[in-house]
Every structure is written in structure tokens, then in C-alpha cells.
């Protein structure tokens, strides 16, 4: 019998390795089960990578650098590189959205709070499904669709998800993170381009709608929604949907005007929760939405009144009123999280909270 190649080998342990992973974060009542996902999703890439330098003749061990022609040792074996180094050898473009996934979820790990694992879940939900997508994508660009975990990942069960006391306690989850937690999230997409944020590939978005189906009001059918695959108008309306953990119930086909979008109590509100400054919608709202000229002034009159920039607010004509949409609030976020932004985008130092 022919011996298989190292590569294999490698390969395989990878692919045991991201199955564990999928085991251990969707196991019912499993302890630590975001920290236990990252170890063994990091060791899967670790040996997938190295199955790749192996395969395409890649010298992937330590040399000593006091004597280059001989490789470093632990226990008598050559040391390996580690999953930074062999990042940089996959993708040298710092700007490649799965070498930007994998760095940040590392970071993730290595600030994993257990107090705080739930609320941590819920925003690095996005990251974590990056992770595995991009995973399987790459065994099998590599290796084939033998070595492929799709057949054995099904889609987890949450329902939390779909019951309104459930979504609360996720918010609440999140909103419990301290801010130095928050601040690690909007820091770390604050250094990136727009580009590498919004590809699937650094995070995976999904909305989930529950809808009407043909046989029974009652069941529950799920769609799920590649952003890559949305014409400009769609992908516009779904990101006026994308709320707080990304969930939208729905019981049934019933209109509902303006959903999705924010009056200034409770835009400022979500911007107040996520920055450590106090952030008040009748002053420092008010001053972002000039600062930024997101609408007219309340002098406008007439079709001026209509005059907004809709990617952040919309006229509600029968009101008479402004709403604004969850990417402002993201927006404003990302700008006031620090003292400088803060007092560049409303024009005065913040007041800690």
C-alpha cells in the first residue's frame, strides 16, 4: 500500500480539528464555547496552511538566527511557524480580508473575558462564521471536495433567536460588555478600508427573516441572504434592516412603515450605549447631524425638507420629522468612541459618563 503523503496527514488533522470546533460552539450547554471554538478553528488553519507549505515544497520551520543554517528546536523537533508567520506567507497583502479575519479573531481569543463570553458571542457572531467559511473554501480550493466539512456542519438551533424575551436577553448580552471590550471592536474596524469591513470574508453577515410560508402560518422558513449576491437596491434596503444581532421576526405579512430606522431619543441612545461619553439626542445629535450634513436645517421648507443624505436619515413627510438609519448610528459610533473624534465630530469635549 502506498504511504500517503505528509500533507495528507496534516490536512486530515485540520479538518478533525475545524469539525471539534463546530462541535464545541454549537453543543448544547457547552462550557467556554466561543473560547474552545477559536483554539481548535486556529489549529485547524495552522495545520491546513502547513499542509499547503508542504505540499507546494515550502520550507515552514524556524532557523536559528545566530546560525541560519540550522533550524531552531523544541524537544528535539524543528519548530514550526506559527500561525502569524504563516499568515504572512499566505497572503503578504496585509489587506487580504481572510488574513484580516484570522488575525482579529486571534486577538478575540486572546481577550476573551469569561464573564462576558455571552455577550462576546453575540458580536463576534459575524467572525466567527468568516472563519469557517472561509476555512472550508480554502480545503477545498486546495485539496478538493474530498476533504470538505460542509456535509458534516448543519445549521445550529437558537431559539433565543426567534422569541422576543430571547433577542432582549441577547441585546442585553452585548450591552453588558464593558467598554473597553466595545471599544477593542470598533477600534480594530476603525484601522481597516470600507472594503475589507464589508467583505464576507473578514465578516459574515446573514439576515434571517421568518416569513410566511405556503403550507402553514405557523412553520418557519429561513432565508438566508449573500450580500455578494444583492443588486445595489436590495443590498441598500437590507442594510436599513440590520439591527442589533442581525435578526428580524417577523409573525407575518403585515406593512410596517419606517422599520428599521431610529427617532433621535433612540438613535442617541444606541450611540450613548456603545462610546463611554454621554451622547444626548437633543444637543450632540443635533450637532452630528450638521457637523456631518446628514439633513437639511430645521429651517428648511418645502421640498428643501426632503433634501437628505439616505444612506443616514429619511424625511418622514406625514410626521414631519427626520429618522435615522443603523448605519449613521454605527457612523457616529465609530467617530465618537474617542475624546479627538468626539470633539472633531460635535465640536466639544465629551462628558464621561
Given at each position: 500500500m502506498a504511504r500517503k503523503p505528509s500533507w495528507i496527514k496534516m490536512v486530515e488533522s485540520s479538518r478533525l480539528e475545524a469539525l471539534n470546533a463546530v462541535e464545541f460552539y454549537n453543543r448544547p450547554a457547552s462550557r467556554r464555547p466561543l473560547e474552545a471554538f477559536f483554539v481548535h478553528m486556529h489549529m485547524a488553519w495552522l495545520y491546513l496552511l502547513h499542509a499547503e507549505f508542504a505540499k507546494a515544497g515550502i520550507n515552514y520551520h524556524y532557523r536559528d538566527p545566530k546560525s541560519p543554517s540550522r533550524y531552531l528546536k523544541v524537544d528535539g523537533e524543528r519548530k514550526s511557524w506559527d500561525l502569524e508567520r504563516s499568515l504572512r506567507e499566505r497572503w503578504p497583502q496585509t489587506s487580504d480580508a481572510v488574513r484580516n479575519n484570522l488575525e482579529f479573531t486571534v486577538r478575540i481569543r486572546n481577550r476573551i473575558e469569561h464573564r462576558y463570553e455571552a455577550g462576546l458571542m453575540v458580536v463576534a457572531a459575524g467572525f466567527t462564521q468568516a472563519l469557517i467559511v472561509n476555512y472550508e473554501e480554502e480545503v477545498v480550493e486546495q485539496f478538493g471536495a474530498v476533504f470538505s466539512i460542509a456535509d458534516d456542519v448543519h445549521l445550529p438551533i437558537s431559539l433565543s433567536t426567534f422569541s422576543r424575551e430571547g433577542v432582549a436577553r441577547l441585546i442585553a448580552a452585548q450591552h453588558d460588555l464593558p467598554t473597553r471590550l466595545k471599544d477593542f471592536f470598533i477600534d480594530f474596524r476603525s484601522t481597516l478600508d470600507a472594503e475589507i469591513v464589508n467583505d464576507r470574508r473578514f465578516e459574515f453577515r446573514v439576515e434571517i427573516i421568518q416569513k410566511r410560508t405556503p403550507t402553514n402560518d405557523a412553520d418557519l422558513a429561513v432565508s438566508f441572504v449573500r450580500e455578494e449576491e444583492l443588486t445595489p437596491e436590495q443590498r441598500k434596503a437590507y442594510e436599513v434592516l440590520e439591527r442589533t444581532?442581525?435578526?428580524?421576526?417577523?409573525?407575518?405579512?403585515?406593512?410596517?412603515?419606517?422599520?428599521?430606522?431610529?427617532?433621535?431619543?433612540?438613535?442617541?441612545?444606541?450611540?450613548?450605549?456603545?462610546?463611554?461619553?454621554?451622547?444626548?439626542?437633543?444637543?450632540?445629535?443635533?450637532?452630528?447631524?450638521?457637523?456631518?450634513?446628514?439633513?437639511?436645517?430645521?429651517?428648511?421648507?418645502?421640498?428643501?425638507?426632503?433634501?437628505?443624505?439616505?444612506?443616514?436619515?429619511?424625511?418622514?413627510?406625514?410626521?414631519?420629522?427626520?429618522?435615522?438609519?443603523?448605519p449613521f448610528v454605527d457612523l457616529l459610533i465609530r467617530k465618537c468612541a474617542s475624546s479627538s473624534g468626539f470633539m472633531d465630530t460635535i465640536g466639544r469635549a465629551p462628558r464621561t459618563k
Open positions: 444581532g442581525r435578526i428580524v421576526l417577523r409573525e407575518k405579512e403585515r406593512p410596517v412603515s419606517n422599520l428599521g430606522r431610529l427617532k433621535p431619543k433612540a438613535a442617541a441612545a444606541a450611540v450613548e450605549a456603545a462610546i463611554p461619553f454621554r451622547f444626548t439626542a437633543s444637543s450632540d445629535l443635533a450637532q452630528a447631524w450638521k457637523k456631518l450634513k446628514v439633513r437639511p436645517p430645521s429651517s428648511a421648507r418645502g421640498r428643501s425638507r426632503r433634501k437628505t443624505d439616505e444612506r443616514y436619515c429619511i424625511y418622514d413627510e406625514p410626521h414631519d420629522d427626520y429618522l435615522y438609519t443603523q
